[in-house]
């Protein structure tokens, strides 16, 4: 089987109909975020020049002062890289035959989920706050009959949309299921 996308424990014939990451705003507004944090070293440095420099003049407060900057700016780096693979190791994917949840937790830890399509009972979009209704991206929640109980599509773009398609899907198979059990029905009762 050949895939654009990796799919965990893929099952024949199953193909990807949503492939589903946050909204580009969410990773633009941590960037920023991250981007503003490395500024502020610099702004410090340029508004308190004319107390910051009397200081340099001893030996010792110059490379302390850079060791101190090179940490900051490593840590403030590493904040950035994870709030991006964060960001981009979080998906959901939507097949024609289940609904599987990867979620990247810190850098080191992932979790997979999944649940059958048709056992999907309820599908839920929700957008709230200003920036979420003018770029239409938000939340939507699966409830399932399975084990976990309910799949959260956090901040992802057009939520209504995927809300109709995920019960869309489920409907065609939870048919295609129940078109299953009656031929196995009347297989069992002909033999």
Same mark, same amino acid.
């Given at each position: 089987?050949?895939?654009?996308?990796?799919?965990?424990?893929?099952?024949?014939?199953?193909?990807?109909?949503?492939?589903l990451r946050r909204h580009w705003f969410i990773i633009l507004r941590k960037l920023l975020?991250?981007?503003?944090?490395?500024?502020?070293?610099?702004?410090?440095? /340029? *508004?308190?020049?004319?107390?910051?420099?009397?200081?340099? @003049? $001893?030996?010792?407060? =110059?490379?302390? +002062?850079?060791?101190?900057?090179?940490?900051?700016?490593?840590?403030?780096?590493?904040?950035?890289?994870?709030?991006?693979?964060?960001?981009?190791?979080?998906?959901?994917?939507?097949?024609?035959?289940?609904?599987?949840?990867?979620?990247?937790?810190?850098?080191?830890?992932?979790?997979?989920?999944?649940?059958?399509?048709?056992?999907?009972?309820?599908?839920?979009?929700?957008?709230?706050?200003?920036?979420?209704? /003018? *770029?239409?991206?938000?939340?939507?929640?699966?409830?399932? @009959? $399975?084990?976990?109980? =309910?799949?959260? +599509?956090?901040?992802?773009?057009?939520?209504?949309?995927?809300?109709?398609?995920?019960?869309?899907?489920?409907?065609?198979?939870?048919?295609?299921?129940?078109?299953?059990?009656?031929?196995?029905?009347?297989?069992?009762?002909?033999?």
């Amino acid at each position: 089987m050949l895939l654009k996308h990796y799919i965990p424990h893929s099952h024949e014939d199953e193909k990807i109909i949503l492939l589903l990451r946050r909204h580009w705003f969410i990773i633009l507004r941590k960037l920023l975020l991250w981007a503003v944090v490395a500024i502020m070293p610099v702004l410090f440095y /340029l *508004l308190a020049f004319d107390i910051i420099e009397p200081l340099f @003049a $001893g030996g010792l407060t =110059r490379p302390l +002062f850079v060791l101190f900057v090179s940490v900051y700016y490593l840590y403030t780096w590493l904040f950035a890289f994870h709030s991006f693979v964060d960001y981009y190791l979080d998906v959901w994917i939507v097949t024609n035959k289940r609904i599987i949840n990867i979620e990247q937790k810190g850098l080191f830890v992932r979790h997979v989920s999944e649940q059958k399509l048709h056992r999907v009972q309820d599908v839920t979009a929700e957008l709230k706050g200003i920036f979420s209704t /003018l *770029l239409d991206y938000g939340t939507v929640y699966i409830q399932t @009959a $399975g084990e976990q109980a =309910r799949f959260v +599509f956090k901040e992802v773009p057009r939520p209504q949309e995927v809300a109709k398609k995920v019960i869309k899907m489920s409907e065609q198979e939870k048919r295609f299921q129940h078109l299953l059990e009656q031929n196995d029905d009347i297989h069992t009762e002909t033999v």
